[in-house]
């Protein structure tokens, strides 16, 4: 018969963005435990909340399953004597294994007969081994960062105040450190304290359902996604009652389900004349440092009022309204304050101030960084087709009126128009860290700067270009919109990776603190989204000149190692996306530099696998590459030196293929390509039934390689396509 299980971990108020990842790795660490134990269950589920991480098992069969184990022991010739009696070998073998000689059975495997011996396993009854489980799951690494309390020697994000852990409505008896598990829990913090005692009552529970109500009776809402709903349908309520809607913030909603456990959404109001500040600023202001919502109109303008999650029913709501409206007024100030001053200064005059900002101590100040990124990203601008180089002595000229975009945006010559953005717009794009406001919120890096260029008359390509160059910020997060952004954020993470590379900052396991591998994935995702045909190892190559008075390592050791560094995370993204290991493998290992290009051989190699004549073909490929594999220095075949019609053959097609197949790969037309290959398919296979490669005499035998290597030489820098499995 089966039983439920349930397993709340409870303590002190847990980071809000801990909780989502520990729940998931609690949840698939419980799966693959019950899997290894031979556990049958019908659901497995996760529910949390900042004092409470729980998992639970519906329909746990309450016996593991019985099974039988093959385990092998000592070849035959050692386990029996000439006579066939068991040797000492075989004897000391059936005891480790706790079984007699007629449970002993030889088998013939690739290395030769051994015996092996055969063990019925017996389920044991899952109370037995509950408790093993669950000190596993314990003891998983669920958190970035824990801590010790006490005298105490166990670790955890925050100090452990109880276990709950129960099996079919009876507890489990675990221990982790000095805490006891039982079968209560605690409710609400506040909410249901004992009047005697000024501490929550213990909630004895006996299943999960019972467990779901008693903490709802109880003042907690356990299951996340009911306190999302909770919270959402209270956020639409409050904002229409004054005629508005809630400004969708999926990140700010995720952080806010995960900080309550009761929630109650209130409504509060801040003066209107806070709204002539700019829109960013208020909705940061009310998000980053209260974790309000806005409220706007239909129109999407910012209306006066801001929405916020209380984690318990106040008695008086307007006491505690007033409350947080108080503290907003007091940011709101703030934050004009800043404004204010910030304006007695256009952001052209504060691109000097960078000298007194330290982007990396080994890696110079933000002013050299923009120096570098600048060049850098009119580089790529050129590369892509996008702008021109433009002549000049520095970054700085960019700032004067000669290198003003505003002059030129309607000129014919779109491209030096463009080029004039890149560089300005590269110029001005970090001159905002010097400002009160980001200073004071500085997630409006790179916002703050576009408001600033707008307010100060900059072409609005320009403007835009700052506002957006640091996108994405996040996997998976907005890609900036302009082609001159893209350029700038391109140039600039470019900078960064190469620089930390040049240096010895490379990331190692979980350890990236200039988060090194987002950026690498962002760059690939703009690049891919714009369909910019740009060489990424002449980009980095021209990112480390730039860098050669900064590099403590070899340029071109950095290069590889740079290169390589985007060639996994390309790899990886794609693999997510569902390409198959061996067509992304296949491509990957020729020249990948042009992304946008290779990722349309990948999808075309996926199409071909479908081919007729692709799987010999691949055989025979892998042929040629395993004959040719450790051979180096090899020289064109001469035609006298054939002395069979086959190789001759095979001669000839490659001759006459091979100008097809560099038009199509300079065209791009890599399904003509593929057919083109599929069409040598019966010649390479006459070659190999006909022909011996590796003869005596050196002189037939090295030009039957160099014509190998010819053929080879026809897929080699599309696709290796030996590396298929077809």
């Known amino acids: 018969m089966a039983g439920d299980?349930?397993?709340?971990?409870?303590?002190?108020?847990?980071?809000?963005?801990?909780?989502?990842?520990?729940?998931?790795?609690?949840?698939?660490?419980?799966?693959?435990?019950?899997?290894?134990?031979?556990l049958g269950f019908d659901e497995i589920g996760s529910?949390?909340?900042?004092?409470?991480?729980?998992?639970?098992?519906?329909?746990?069969?309450?016996?593991?399953?019985?099974?039988?184990?093959?385990?092998?022991?000592?070849?035959?010739?050692?386990?029996?004597?000439?006579?066939?009696?068991?040797?000492?070998?075989?004897?000391?073998?059936?005891?480790s294994q706790g079984v007699g000689m007629d449970a002993i059975v030889v088998k013939n495997t690739e290395k030769g007969e051994y015996v092996y011996a055969i063990k019925e396993l017996k389920g044991e009854k899952t109370t037995v081994i509950l408790p093993g489980i669950i000190g596993s799951l314990l003891k998983v690494e669920l958190f970035p960062k824990t801590m010790r309390w006490g005298v105490h020697s166990i670790t955890f994000a925050r100090p452990i105040h109880w276990i709950l852990a129960l099996y079919g409505g009876e507890p489990m008896e675990v221990s982790y450190g000095h805490i006891k598990s039982g079968s209560f829990t605690y409710g609400h913090r506040f909410l249901t304290q004992d009047s005697s005692s000024s501490k929550p009552q213990p909630l004895r529970i006996t299943g999960i359902d019972d467990y779901i109500e008693t903490l709802?009776?109880?003042?907690?809402?356990?299951?996340?996604?009911?306190?999302?709903?909770?919270?959402?349908?209270?956020?639409?309520?409050?904002?229409?009652e004054v005629d508005g809607r809630v400004l969708r913030d999926e990140g700010l909603l995720d952080e806010v389900v995960n900080l309550v456990e009761y929630p109650v959404v209130l409504r509060g109001t801040f003066d209107r004349e806070f709204l002539e500040l700019p829109r960013d600023v208020v909705i940061n202001a009310m998000r980053e440092h209260q974790r309000y919502f806005s409220v706007v109109d239909r129109d999407n303008a910012l209306l006066p009022y801001f929405l916020t999650v209380a984690n318990t029913p106040a008695r008086n709501q307007q006491t505690v309204i007033k409350g947080n409206e108080r503290v907003l007024k007091a940011r709101l100030n703030d934050a004009r304050f800043y404004f204010d001053q910030d304006r007695k200064r256009p952001l052209r005059e504060r691109f000097v101030d960078l000298k007194g900002v330290i982007f990396q101590a080994r890696l110079g100040t933000s002013y050299e960084k923009v120096e570098r990124f600048t060049e850098l990203a009119l580089s790529i601008g050129s590369a892509v087709g996008f702008s021109k180089e433009i002549p000049h002595q520095g970054v700085e000229d960019f700032l004067?009126?000669?290198?003003?975009?505003?002059?030129?945006?309607?000129?014919?010559d779109r491209m030096w128009y463009h080029s004039l953005v890149l560089g300005r717009a590269s110029v001005l794009s970090k001159a905002d860290l010097t400002t009160g406001m980001v200073g004071e919120f500085p997630n409006l890096q790179g916002i703050m700067g576009g408001i600033y260029a707008r307010l100060d008359g900059e072409d609005e390509e320009v403007s835009k270009a700052i506002e957006e160059h640091y996108l994405p910020t996040s996997a998976g997060g907005r890609l900036p919109s302009s082609v001159s952004a893209s350029i700038i954020s391109i140039a600039d993470k470019l900078d960064t990776i190469a620089g930390c590379f040049g240096v010895g900052i490379i990331p190692t396991g979980a350890h990236d603190p200039y988060a090194l591998r987002r950026q690498a994935l962002a760059i690939i995702a703009i690049i891919l989204d714009k369909g910019f045909r740009l060489d990424l190892k002449v980009a980095v190559g021209k990112a480390l000149e730039l860098l050669r008075d900064k590099l403590t390592r070899p340029h071109d050791e950095v290069e590889g190692d740079v290169c390589e560094f985007f060639r996994e995370r390309l790899k990886n993204q794609l693999l997510s996306q569902g390409?198959?290991?061996?067509?992304?493998?296949?491509?990957?290992?020729?020249?990948?530099?042009?992304?946008?290009?290779?990722?349309?051989?990948?999808?075309t190699l996926e199409r071909f696998k479908s081919h007729p004549s692709c799987s010999s073909l691949v055989i025979a490929f892998k042929r040629?590459?395993?004959?040719?594999?450790?051979?180096?220095?090899?020289?064109?075949?001469?035609?006298?030196?054939?002395?069979?019609?086959?190789?001759?053959?095979?001669?000839?097609?490659?001759?006459?293929?091979?100008?097809?197949?560099?038009?199509?790969?300079?065209?791009?037309n890599y399904e003509r390509l593929f057919e083109t290959l599929a069409s040598i398919k019966d010649t390479v296979d006459a070659f190999f039934d006909n022909v011996m490669v590796m003869v005596d005499d050196e002189r037939i035998r090295n030009n039957r390689l160099s014509l190998l290597n010819s053929v080879r030489d026809l897929y080699i820098k599309i696709a290796d396509i030996s590396k298929l499995m077809v």
């Not at 963005?17 to 949840?27: N, Q, T």
């Not at 709802?216 to 229409?240: C, F, S, T, W």
């Not at 009126?401 to 002059?407: L, S």
């Not at 030196?641 to 097609?653: H, N, P, R, S, T």
């Open 579 to 603: 390409y198959n290991y061996d067509t992304v493998d296949a491509v990957l290992s020729t020249p990948w530099y042009d992304m946008v290009d290779a990722v349309k051989r990948i999808k």
């Open 5 to 38: 299980f349930i397993l709340e971990i409870g303590t002190e108020e847990i980071p809000s963005g801990f909780i989502p990842v520990a729940l998931d790795i609690l949840k698939e660490r419980l799966k693959r435990l019950l899997t290894e134990n031979r």
């Open 400 to 412: 004067s009126n000669r290198f003003d975009p505003r002059h030129y945006s309607t000129c014919d």
């Open 216 to 240: 709802r009776h109880n003042h907690v809402i356990v299951d996340q996604e009911e306190r999302r709903k909770i919270i959402e349908e209270g956020l639409y309520r409050k904002a229409e």
């Open 624 to 668: 040629v590459s395993n004959i040719l594999k450790g051979i180096k220095d090899i020289s064109l075949p001469e035609r006298e030196l054939f002395e069979k019609d086959q190789e001759i053959a095979l001669y000839d097609v490659a001759l006459t293929v091979s100008p097809r197949i560099e038009q199509y790969w300079k065209e791009g």
């Open 47 to 95: 529910m949390g909340t900042p004092r409470r991480l729980t998992v639970f098992v519906k329909g746990l069969e309450e016996v593991q399953r019985s099974t039988r184990v093959e385990v092998r022991g000592p070849q035959k010739r050692v386990a029996y004597d000439s006579k066939g009696n068991p040797t000492k070998a075989l004897q000391g073998f059936a005891r």
